[in-house]
């Protein structure tokens, strides 16, 4: 095969930058966790790509991205609970209705 | 091109039309879907780096468990599709800012020499069984200590989520 | 195929299985015998089992110090030795302290739950110091991250707590992602998690640059500096008093150590320069500029603040800036003078964190307003309140001025021809005439302004014993600062 590591590099960096850019302008509370765990799936992305290209001796890249996948599951369960718990004082998700924490 | 190069394409330009879709709709449930297909996509490209196992995951927990998660959430809270923004000065800043800061790491990514794909070593994409033997070796201790981690998220996402009776 | 080595596995982690037991006896207690209890009963049972188990581990981790040399387990995953083991008691330590603070107050209705997630919380921080793993420290940090979030949603009832919560999680969980996604190139160039085999392999890479990058930015959040400290001010005012102390104490403690063992350690051969003459790309030019932006932000804007958690929010802010000074030094004494106002700072800020916890459901909130005259309602705590200001804003005989000293004397002494770091220092000591003012404001509140209310607090009396303990502990820093300093000398040598 001919496609080189650093197209998936360029790719994994592509779509961290759509996740960021997601996260900071969204203001839909669930979108924002939706594109922290495309942020987090661009990471993975490395990971794997590495691993598989540079041959490395050890499981490592899989290893790292199987506790990734599993803490970026857990940490998005935190995040829409809080959701949840946010939705019921406010009847709203929008981050721009959150602010009575001022200063 | 043979089938590997024409699947990466076909999976990358997939991925990053779906990813650009995801934060750029405004109904929830129609984002979540595109995420799904997004993280099919991702699955794919697993699959042609030989990263059996991580793909299966990917699928299962992901398109499956996180995504139902999510779902579920928009559908429980109703969420309605958000009216057109205004423009957001400060957003669209930040916005360039970081773009320019990427464009300067793609420059360096690609700057970098070529790194030669080595032949296949076999034991590394071999099956399930070499995957998950490290999990209990080499890495137990943060095999164990998301084991902690998954609970408290338990714990706190009952917490949360439940409603106090007064 | 090496065996696993169970036996010694199970010894070095003594402690934290004593805390897993002690938080699992904490739920089921909980759910168990005392549902029916009131709420004072089931939070001091529930406090004083949190804090057994928590001795236990103390008593645990002072039997390491007996163990003949440092111990490796697991490929790196797991490191005993003197100086982990005495950070480790540090953040017991802190834990108690945080449980003595929060029996008295107000942590909402889901007590077990709040004690177990505050000992997972100190598990997470307990590995997070015992590691030079990657995947271990992003895996700890996690379970560190997610306590936190959780404990600041503790007060359901309250719109402030959710809210603060879902704010420090947004941008925790970014952070999280910008640790992972530089941490995965620093995998990927140098092909291992393990830090010391990463020094071993560090070229010069621009890509590994970059990953360092981002990975000082996630940490850059954790630890909160500018520009990555939004979150702080209203997570503080936001979360219960006593997690507040936490997450400002603990968790900066644990933070700091592995970014103290992943810069100096790892990255080692990549520090660069920040020398008034000479910048050179490195981790210590990030850091002399992301330190010395905070120190003006942070005493800056602590001076408009009305609010003492917030203010205590944008201090630490600060203080993380002045750490960000002995990280700049980039020498062995640089990173001893971390460590040394490391353990002050926390050590002070939960003092602080505790007497406002204290007077603040009684004083009817936590604005300075409530704590005029506070002097004559509550001398005892008003007397400790001035020994933890005092030692904040770093006057002399008291541990808050040696640790500023000794970071400020590392920068100097890092290079003494030219005194390249001398602006540093210069824009430090600058900041911390400013932070007296603001310091000494609310001093003022306490000391000089009469309040309308009159009437005695009563505090009870363990928790002015503790809190005594603590302020002792940050004079006692002060009297004998040498000793510690050689003491932690002799420990970062031994790394």
Known sequence: MTIPLGHYLILAGIIFAIGLAGALTRKNAIIVLIAIELMFNAAILNLIAFWHYKQFAAL??????????????????????????????YKSVDVDDIKSLKG | MNVHDTLFWFFSIAMLLCGVFVIANRNPVASAMALVLMFLFMAGLFVLLEA??????????????????????????????????????????????????????????????????????????????????????HYMLPFEVTALLLLVAMVGVVLLSKKDLK | MTPVPYCSIFTALTPVLILVIGAFVALTLDIVRLRRSTMTVRNRTLGMVSILALLGAAVALTRQFGLPGPVTLLGQTLVVNHLTSL????????????????????????????????????????????????????????????????????????????????????????????????????????????????AAQTTSSTLLSVGLLFTVVGFGFKVAVVPFHLWAPDAYEGAPTPVAAFIATGSKVASFFVLVKLLFIGFAGMQGTAFCYKFSSGWTMLLASTGAASMILGNVVAITQRNIKRLLAYSSIAHAGYVFIGFVAATEFGATSVLFYVIVYALTNLGAFGVLAALANRAGGDDMEHFAGMARRAPFLSVLMLIFFLSLAGIPPLGGFFGKFYLFAAAVQSESTKFGLLWLVILGIAMSAVSLYYYLIVLKHFYIIDGKDKSRIQTPVYLNTALAAVAVAVVLLGLFPEQVLALLKGLVAQL
């Not at chain 2, 992901?62 to 205004?86: H, N, P, Q, T």
């Not at chain 3, 110091?129 to 997610?146: G, P, R």
């Open chain 1, 60 to 89: 490592t890249g899989q290893m790292f991205a199987i506790f990734a996948i599993s803490i970026a599951a857990a940490e998005s369960a935190i995040g829409l609970a809080l959701v949840i718990a946010i939705y019921r004082h």
């Open chain 2, 52 to 137: 059996f196992f991580i793909a299966a995951i990917q699928v299962l927990v992901y398109a499956g468990a996180v995504m139902v998660l999510f779902l579920f959430v928009i559908m429980l809270l109703d969420i309605k599709a958000s009216e057109r923004r205004r423009f957001a000065f400060l957003g669209v800043f930040g916005g360039i800012v970081v773009a320019g800061a990427f464009v300067w790491e793609m420059r360096i990514i690609l700057s970098q020499p070529v790194i030669p794909l080595q032949s296949g070593n076999t034991d590394l994409s071999a099956g399930l069984e070499n995957v998950v033997k490290p999990l209990f070796q």
């Open chain 3, 87 to 198: 950070f480790n008691l540090v953040i017991v330590g802190l834990t108690i302290l945080t449980i003595v603070i929060s029996m008295e107050g107000d942590v909402g209705r889901h007590v077990g739950e709040y004690y177990a997630t505050l000992l997972f919380g100190s598990i997470g921080m307990l590995l997070l110091v015992s590691t030079e793993e990657l995947i271990t420290i992003f895996v700890a940090l996690e379970l560190t991250s997610i306590c936190l979030y959780i404990l600041t949603a503790f007060h359901k009832g309250a719109l402030r707590s959710q809210e603060a919560a879902v704010k420090y999680f947004m941008f925790g969980a970014i952070s999280s992602a910008f640790l992972l996604f530089g941490l995965s190139y620093v995998y990927g160039i140098t092909g291992t998690t393990n830090i010391r085999e990463i």
